[in-house]
């Protein structure tokens, strides 16, 4: 079986360092191949492709831009009569891609908006959604590029986010029908919502484009105190031979680099 791949999310890893571009020279430095990041649009361009190319990683995730985070956005995917701003975000997304060379993004679905009840506008949302995923698919696929649309969980993290099963992915991907928009399988989230781990692992693997883990419920480093047993979830990945990337998207109990003794150990046990 082949090891498994891992990037490091430099949103949540090495904060120690103010900057994206020296956080990709220190993810390389400790040993990652490959980062992910969620929002890059404050950086310079040039100089993050600077450190990319310095560092030797590949950029393998980003994110769409939030919207107006203090507003309450967090992605405007799904967002009733916001699809124009979705579309110059996805332009944005797309410029920062091309440039980095990375080729997946991540489309982020949104939230309810405030002052609605989910089941009043879900079908609403559900069909901005796969308009928008339509229209995405068909701008990425010139490109190359892969996009990724993930469950956030309603229970602890986002309450009125409108994507938060595995379930209600795999519906939408059915109702969007192109090849290149797949399903990122955040595993914190998909253990709060719905649990069943194994079996939902199996049975979406097909539509899995990208990976991420952290542990239950402290979203800390896998092998921390919680609910989860990594090294059985990795096994099996690796059985079901999962060839994607795994985004290490925790936040460190002490500094990252103390908290990485988790992958060497994996890598030294997949040897």
Not at 42 to 47: G, I, N
Not at 93 to 108: D, F, G, N, T, W
Not at 143 to 160: A, C, F, S
Not at 206 to 221: D, F, K, S, T, Y
Request: negative net charge; proline residues 5%.
């Amino acid at each position: 079986m082949a090891p498994l791949k891992f990037c490091a999310n430099i949103s949540w890893l090495f904060t120690e360092l103010p900057d994206f571009h020296l956080r990709i020279s220190a993810a390389a430095a400790a040993g990652f191949q490959a980062v992910e990041a969620a929002w890059l649009y404050e950086s310079d361009l040039e100089q993050l492709l600077r450190a990319r190319e310095a560092a030797g990683v590949e950029l393998v995730l980003i994110n769409t831009p939030p919207g107006d985070i203090k507003g309450g956005d967090l992605g405007l995917g799904a967002v009733p009569g916001r699809e124009a701003e979705f579309r110059q975000g996805l332009d944005l997304a797309l410029k920062y891609a091309r440039a980095l060379e990375c080729k997946r993004i991540h489309l982020m679905a949104g939230r309810v908006p405030m002052g609605s009840q989910r089941k009043a506008v879900a079908k609403e949302m559900e069909a901005v959604f796969v308009q928008n995923l339509k229209y995405a698919a068909d701008i990425l696929s010139k490109e190359g590029i892969m996009g990724l649309i993930e469950p956030i969980n309603t229970r602890i993290t986002d309450p009125r986010y409108f994507l938060d099963s595995p379930h209600q992915a795999a519906e939408i991907l059915e109702k969007v029908g192109k090849p290149n928009i797949k399903l990122q399988m955040d595993v914190f989230h998909w253990q709060i919502m719905d649990g069943n781990l194994t079996q939902n692992i199996q049975k979406y693997l097909p539509l899995i484009g990208h990976v991420q883990v952290a542990q239950v419920p402290g979203r800390n480093e896998p092998d921390s105190a919680g609910e989860l047993d990594y090294r059985y979830l990795f096994n099996t990945l690796e059985r079901l031979q999962y060839q994607g990337y795994i985004g290490c998207e925790y936040k460190p109990l002490g500094s990252t680099q103390e908290g990485l003794g988790w992958i060497r150990d994996y890598c030294t046990h997949s040897e």
